[in-house]
């Protein structure tokens, strides 16, 4: 469960990227974060774990508080079960797509086996698993930079799930997609999130998007929270409000926008 | 009405002012036209050229030049070289040890000096070690070091660790390592941050981050550089000898002292078929490399 | 936990690298072992270890004299000793590079002479200039001349390998344009070549330049130049405090010429501003 209260976040430089934000999301739920850029989606997803830190409030995260006191082997820890699935995949493109998947088990291993790059039978075979559910097994020994956008994506994905996360933090995980690719993506998503119980929370740039996918929706404008409800009652007005203008098409993915 | 030819007292008077004109005022230099105005550069290329001049003949003075000795001895060099051209092929029994010796150091040096210089290129990373504090010192120490040539370093270690090999292989490791170390910071600040953040963000710490982000990223530049350094340190291992630091250089110092150049053509031409091997087996690695 | 079938028959299909990594690390452990026996000798040894001790004591005090005072034989004369070298020898190969450039360039002559010239260049950077260097003292003795003459002739090899390379870059266009105004040969050379070719010729022999101070400095430890034989001399002879002032004066003289020929020629390819 992640718990928010009375957050706040201040840049050095003065700019206040959030401001006395609450909020609580249960474990296994689907929330989409939607606003204009820079208005504080990214930096609210940074802070549950912890890339960022909170200036003021409090944190807590799956009980444990997130503040200046967890750091070190605690962090490590912490982060193992957190995991962030990034807009430009972030792979490693000059080693093959299952290196990568293993790269994500790294972080248990001791010094002489990252070393060598020594993963075992089981690791492999939980990262095969892993890229099964994502439906590129085929693509295992091919390296990361001849893959498609919408493969090198699901590889990040079965990365995350090579370490049966608790909560998968997606930072605008769509946005370089094409419309198909990004629906295949999304509806591993959500299909995640309801066989695993998996919490999953994502930036999105595209309204229409998260409207089809997601449960909850969480509007932030000027780093508050403006709206936080079911996806159903996101209506024009509500959009308006968010983004305090009409939609325009960069808001829009799908030809035809369906809201409420 | 016919245009006469100006008289040649006139073209002199033309010429004379449009060259020398700009050196002295900005308008002469300026180019109108209806749409810009073009003012050319000043013009130094005569000042350059007159303090070339005024060096050259300093340099002549300090350094002793005596071109009628050199013309007068210059008998001398024909002969020398044409008993180069004569080579002394029953040489190379005498030849093999030093020259195996050679290729020794150089291949022993390159090794350690890679190895050391990986730490010390990740620490002089901009984007690995963010603190200005610690890559800026480790640059400038590393760039201090690189400034004495191999030969001085081996000339000055052989008072330390004792005529021989020894000398010669801790100064090429000490070269090798400078120059790994700047090409390897230099390939690793291109690199792409990206996958380094994500796989920290799940928990590993900065030494498995770097190993499976950074590493598969630099290791086919980090291989040419090493391959590219031991081209360059079969070049020096060959010299060192000549003050005596092991390999052949010693032999080759030896045969012209004794006025042998049969012996020194012969082993300059081993030395050169060497030459030509290692760099084309090394081109040829680095290709499939990259 | 029980894996699919799929999973278990790619997991099988897996590439054994694992033969050929180990095989590689054991051609370069083996090469390695072989390597470093050989090189024999005591590393440390007391007297080595004095002499390190000497050495830094000598590091840091070093004969400031020598340093500060512009007498003959002193550090700044020498320092000024070894440029003069270095510039005389970078002349004299620019001087033999530009013609020779052109000769072995593929579009001024055809390829049979262009590649005669190019087997000559690399005969010439193979020698090891140490080698020209004890020649030269053969024919004039030993001191800084042989060095000039040293360092002129190994210059040439790496100033035309350059110097083609340029030329073989030059734009043909501007001379066709040239030529359709009616240019002369003098004219289309000052107009078309030569801006094209200055900036970087002038480039390639400031490179070269740099290496040759160096170059002059080690050519000193054979007593063809005077500052490397003199540091050599001094170490030999214990005295190491002059030894560091004339090291000091090594490191100041080859930081001063890298740091300012890296700018002139980065102001000479990217123009001057």
């Known amino acids: 469960m992640i718990k928010f209260s009375k957050v706040g976040k201040q840049y050095p430089n003065g700019t206040v990227a959030l401001k006395n934000v609450s909020l609580e999301i249960k474990q296994g739920e689907f929330v989409a974060i939607i606003g204009l850029s820079g208005a504080g989606k990214s930096t609210l997803i940074r802070l549950v774990n912890k890339m960022i830190d909170t200036t003021s409030g409090e944190l807590i995260v799956n009980d444990v508080a997130v503040d200046e006191n967890l750091k070190g082997k605690a962090l490590r820890r912490f982060r193992r079960k957190i995991w962030m699935v990034f807009q430009s995949f972030n792979l490693v493109e000059r080693t093959t797509v299952l290196k990568n998947v293993l790269a994500a088990k790294v972080a248990d291993k001791g010094f002489l086996a ?107 404008r000027g780093g508050e929270i403006v709206f936080d409800g079911p996806s159903k009652d996101v209506t024009e007005e509500v959009l308006k409000n968010i983004y305090n203008r009409e939609l325009t098409a960069d808001d829009i993915m799908f030809k035809k926008v369906e809201v409420v | 009405m016919s245009k006469e030819k100006p008289s040649f007292f006139d073209r002199t008077k033309i010429v004379l002012r449009d060259t020398l004109t700009p050196y002295v005022s900005k308008k002469a230099r300026t180019h109108k036209t209806d749409a810009f105005e073009v003012v050319e550069p000043y013009p130094i290329g005569l000042y350059v050229f007159i303090v070339l001049i005024i060096v050259f003949i300093l ?83 590393m760039s201090l070091i690189r400034t004495i040539p191999v030969l001085v370093y081996a000339a000055m270690l052989m008072f330390i660790v004792g005529l021989g090999a020894m000398a010669g292989f801790i100064a090429l490791t000490i070269f090798t390592f400078t120059i790994v170390a700047k090409m390897l910071y230099e390939i690793i600040e291109t690199v792409d941050m990206l996958p380094y953040e994500a796989i920290e963000s799940t928990g590993a710490n900065k030494f498995q981050a770097i190993r499976t982000a950074i590493v598969p990223q630099v290791l086919g530049s980090y291989l040419s550089i090493v391959l590219y350094n031991f081209e360059i340190n079969i070049r020096s291992a060959s010299i060192i000898g000549f003050v005596g630091a092991g390999g052949i250089g010693l032999l080759l110092n030896d045969r012209i002292s004794w006025r042998q150049y049969e012996d020194v053509g012969m082993i300059l031409l081993v030395l050169f078929a060497l030459i030509i091997l290692v760099e084309t087996l090394s081109r040829y690695l680095r290709k499939r490399l990259t | 936990m029980d894996y699919s079938q799929e999973v278990l028959a790619v997991y099988e299909s897996r590439p054994r690298t694992l033969f050929f990594k180990l095989g590689l690390a054991a051609i370069i452990i083996f090469l390695f072992l072989w390597s470093v026996p050989s090189v024999d000798g005591p590393l440390i040894s007391q007297s080595g270890l004095n002499t390190v001790r000497l050495m830094f004591e000598g590091l840091a005090n070093p004969s400031w004299d020598k340093i500060f005072s512009l007498k003959n034989f002193h550090v700044p004369y020498l320092m000024y000793e070894t440029l003069m070298v270095a510039f005389l020898g970078t002349l004299i190969g620019t001087i033999i590079a530009v013609p020779l450039s052109f000769v072995g360039s593929r579009n001024i002559t055809n390829k049979y ?38 360092i002129g002739f190994t210059s040439t090899g790496m100033i035309t390998k350059l110097y083609t390379e340029t030329v073989e870059d030059m734009d043909k266009g501007i001379l066709e344009a040239l030529d359709s105004t009616g240019a002369t040969a003098i004219q289309k050379l000052r107009a078309g070549i030569i801006p094209q070719l200055s900036a970087n010729f002038a480039s390639h022999s400031l490179y070269r330049f740099d290496i040759n101070v160096r170059n002059a400095i080690i050519l000193g430890l054979i007593s063809a130049g005077r500052l490397g034989f003199d540091l050599q001399a001094a170490i030999g002879n214990f005295r190491y405090s002059d030894a560091a002032a004339y090291l000091y004066g090594i490191i100041v003289v080859v930081m001063i010429i890298e740091f300012a020929s890296a700018n002139l020629r980065k102001k000479l390819i990217y123009g001057k501003r």
Do not use: C
């Not at chain 1, 079965?158 to 933090?169: C, G, K, V």
């Not at chain 1, 998503?189 to 996918?213: C, G, P, Q, S, W």
């Not at chain 2, 190379?92 to 210089?117: C, D, K, N, V, Y």
């Not at chain 2, 010390?120 to 890559?135: L, R, T």
């Open chain 1, 114 to 220: 990252s070393f060598f790059g020594y993963y075992s039978k089981q690791d492999h075979l939980e990262a095969l698993e892993a890229l099964n559910k994502v439906g590129i097994l085929d693509k295992a020994f091919i390296r990361a930079d001849q893959l498609s956008g919408g493969q090198m994506q699901r590889v990040a994905l079965s990365r995350t799930l090579a370490q049966d996360p608790t909560i998968i933090l997606a930072d605008e995980p769509v946005a370089s997609l094409d419309p198909v690719t990004a629906d295949m993506i999304m509806t591993d998503f959500k299909r995640i999130n309801e066989n695993y119980n998996i919490t999953i929370i994502a930036n999105m740039h595209h309204v229409d998007v998260a409207l089809k996918f997601v449960n909850r929706v969480i509007g932030i």
């Open chain 2, 59 to 141: 340099a002549i003075d300090a350094t002793n030049v005596d071109l009628i000795m050199f013309f007068g001895n210059l008998d001398n060099m024909w002969r020398i070289i044409s008993r180069l051209f004569n080579p002394n092929f029953g040489f190379i029994g005498r030849m093999w040890g030093p020259l195996i010796e050679t290729i020794q150091i150089s291949i022993g040096s390159t090794i350690i000096g890679a190895i050391l210089a990986v730490p010390v290129a990740i620490f002089s990373s901009s984007n690995i070690v963010k603190k200005s504090i610690i890559y800026n010192p480790v640059r400038f120490i």
């Open chain 3, 113 to 150: 002479v262009a590649f005669a010239v190019s087997v000559l260049v690399v005969f010439i950077r193979t020698m090891p200039f140490f080698v020209i260097g004890l020649i030269f003292i053969r024919v004039v003795g030993p001191g800084v001349f042989a060095g000039v003459l040293a």
